[in-house]
């Protein structure tokens, strides 16, 4: 079984400039998660999705983030404009549901902006 | 208030030896969910243990078991036999809420020694 799959692996871009994150998912889990792992932090939930609704982006900067995930399966996390202190590493996750006690997570998108 | 608390930033640890990573929660809630995640120098979270706040017995999965101490609020990761692969960074997490919000602490980064 795929596990999740996230692109790119590793993005460097200058500030001001925007930048896209994908996320596929595993294949029949609805519940979807991103994530913002500072160095040396744990991760913080930026939102999560059930199938193709946001249930949860308190945590989401959406002056200058958005995402969406059409067709409820996978996803995209836009900035616009990068800032300094978006550099992070990003992680997607996804669950069979909310309840269900384990997220898969993917490898995560480090992003550098200078 | 922070939700979740792991005040050893690092252990070390021999070779076949148990060790006991801490881990303290701050909740109000009656139903919630207590996690474990280790992540190695790659990147990807990787989930080993749960437990839920209504479970009487201490979770166990392989080497791991968690020590849960309700009226301490702590949830305890103890390995034993470690294994010079464990070493990495590990995360206590906790899931409360009616809409399943997800807390990461800052986690500890666990080395073993040959």
């Known amino acids: 079984e795929a596990g999740v799959v996230q692109s790119p692996r590793y993005k460097i871009i200058e500030k001001k400039q925007p930048v896209a994150f994908w996320c596929n998912p595993i294949s029949g889990h609805n519940t979807l998660y991103w994530y913002l792992q500072n160095l040396g932090q744990g991760p913080e939930l930026l939102i999560r999705y059930e199938n193709e609704e946001a249930v949860d982006d308190s945590q989401l900067p959406k002056d200058r983030f958005s995402a969406e995930r059409l067709k409820g399966v996978d996803s995209t996390l836009k900035i616009q404009p990068a800032e300094l202190g978006d550099s992070a590493v990003y992680l997607c996750a996804s669950s069979l549901q909310s309840t269900y006690n384990e997220q898969f997570f993917g490898p995560g998108t480090r992003l550098t902006v200078l | 208030a922070q939700k979740i608390t792991q005040t050893q930033p690092g252990m070390f640890v021999q070779e076949k030896e148990a060790v006991t990573l801490d881990c303290t929660y701050d909740?109000?809630?009656?139903?919630?969910?207590l996690f474990w995640y280790k992540q190695p120098s790659s990147g990807e979270m990787i989930f080993l243990i749960y437990?839920?706040?209504?479970?009487?017995q201490n979770a166990t999965e392989g080497r791991y078991s968690l020590n849960f101490q309700k009226a301490r609020k702590s949830a305890n990761l103890v390995i034993s036999a470690s294994q010079l692969g464990d070493s990495a960074m590990y995360f206590c997490?906790?899931?409360?809420?009616?809409?399943?919000?997800?807390?990461f602490g800052t986690g500890t980064s666990l080395t073993v020694i040959p």
């Open positions: 997490a906790m899931r409360e809420g009616p809409f399943y919000q997800f807390y």
């Open positions: 909740t109000s809630d009656q139903s919630y969910g």
């Open positions: 437990q839920g706040s209504y479970d009487e």
